[in-house]
Nanobody
């Protein structure tokens, strides 16, 4: 049974850095496109970043490009999101997701992903 579990979210000051982790089980990390989404209160879940199965290609939302870096360690079955220069508008619950049949042209759509974690809260204070 595939399972994803995020960790690392906490309260951070604006301008700070933080790395989120997502532990994956069930062999999905190396066989899926992995992604991070986030959802702020009162808003829809939005795409943050994605990484290809072999890790060679990455995709980012414009709002985080140049500040966030997605990576994964297949040996450790872990997905990461390194976040720098954090802003109050980055405050959200962050979710990791896995999809085995993601269409690259739709990589930013949540419905493309089969498995989701429970989320981890990031709060950025101003």
């Amino acid at each position: 049974q595939a399972r994803l579990e995020e960790s690392g979210g906490r309260l951070v000051e604006a301008g700070g850095s933080l790395t989120l982790s997502c532990a994956a089980s069930g062999g999905i990390l190396s066989n899926s496109i992995m992604a991070w989404f986030r959802q702020a209160p009162g808003k829809e879940r939005e795409f943050v970043a994605a990484i290809a199965r072999r890790g060679g290609n990455t995709w980012y939302a414009d709002a985080v490009k140049g500040r966030f870096t997605i990576s994964k360690d297949n040996a450790r079955n872990t997905l990461y999101l390194q976040m720098n220069s954090l802003k109050p508008e980055d405050t959200a619950v962050y979710y990791c997701a896995a999809g085995s049949r993601v269409i690259l042209s739709s990589i930013r759509l949540a419905r493309q992903y089969d498995y989701w974690g429970q989320g981890t809260q990031l709060t950025v204070s101003s």
